[in-house]
């Protein structure tokens, strides 16, 4: 076996899926034995712990990001972590409510911030929100996997909206970009896990 389907090996183990697992991505970089490979199952690794996240925080960022994603493997896989990290039904319900939630909200304030126009602003949202108010999760948490699904989503409005809402609720400026590097290495992965 070579080193490079040795590594594919070990990273499809760990997520659960058969060796055999192949996308097309994942056999185009198998194929070019890509140096990638390697990096790629470090960068998958390191979504699971963080300096300033606790790993069930780590689990449920990777699960809301995966589902914003519509990525079947990586969602049934952060599920399972999140559950083995303690996270009830319910904190998982919430990251899978998020993204969805989220997923609108992205959408209709990127499309007010892009406008620029006003009579946008003063007509109602009308997008019930009312998981915002009281989460399971908690209200910093809640406002951190906001944010990262609307970096994942590209809305700097809601990005924007997010920090200053964790920054004011006492969330360092660590723990936000930890959030922020987990959320973009878990769509990596989605990139050949699919």
Same mark, same amino acid.
Do not use: W
């Given at each position: 076996?070579?080193?490079?389907?040795?590594?594919?090996?070990?990273?499809?183990? +760990?997520?659960?899926?058969?060796?055999?697992?192949?996308?097309?991505?994942?056999?185009?970089?198998?194929?070019?034995? +890509?140096? =990638?490979?390697?990096?790629?199952?470090?960068?998958?690794?390191?979504?699971?712990?963080?300096?300033?996240?606790?790993?069930?925080?780590? %689990?449920?960022?990777?699960?809301?990001? #995966?589902?914003?994603?519509?990525?079947?493997?990586?969602?049934?896989?952060?599920?399972?972590? %999140?559950?083995?990290?303690?996270?009830?039904?319910?904190?998982? #319900?919430?990251?899978?409510?998020?993204?969805?939630?989220? #997923? +609108?909200?992205?959408?209709? =304030?990127?499309?007010?911030?892009?406008?620029?126009?006003?009579?946008?602003?003063?007509?109602?949202?009308?997008?019930?929100?009312?998981?915002?108010?009281?989460?399971?999760?908690?209200?910093?948490?809640?406002?951190?996997? +906001?944010?990262?699904?609307? %970096?994942?989503?590209?809305?700097?409005?809601?990005?924007? %909206?997010?920090?200053?809402?964790?920054?004011?609720?006492?969330?360092?400026?660590?723990?936000?970009?930890? #959030?922020?590097?987990?959320?973009?290495?878990?769509?990596?992965?989605?990139?050949?896990?699919?």
């Amino acid at each position: 076996m070579s080193e490079v389907t040795e590594t594919i090996t070990e990273l499809l183990q +760990s997520i659960g899926l058969e060796s055999d697992y192949r996308t097309e991505s994942l056999t185009l970089l198998e194929k070019g034995e +890509s140096r =990638y490979l390697r990096d790629f199952k470090l960068n998958f690794t390191s979504t699971l712990t963080s300096e300033h996240l606790s790993t069930k925080e780590c %689990a449920l960022l990777g699960l809301s990001v #995966a589902i914003n994603n519509n990525n079947t493997p990586l969602t049934q896989y952060y599920t399972k972590y %999140a559950e083995e990290q303690g996270a009830t039904a319910a904190d998982i #319900a919430e990251a899978a409510a998020c993204a969805s939630l989220l #997923a +609108s909200n992205n959408i209709f =304030y990127r499309f007010r911030h892009f406008t620029k126009k006003e009579k946008y602003n003063l007509i109602p949202a009308r997008i019930r929100m009312q998981i915002m108010m009281k989460p399971v999760t908690g209200k910093e948490f809640f406002e951190l996997m +906001s944010l990262t699904i609307s %970096a994942v989503n590209g809305c700097e409005l809601c990005v924007n %909206a997010h920090e200053d809402s964790l920054i004011k609720l006492g969330t360092t400026e660590e723990r936000i970009f930890d #959030a922020i590097r987990i959320a973009s290495l878990v769509t990596a992965a989605g990139k050949v896990i699919f």
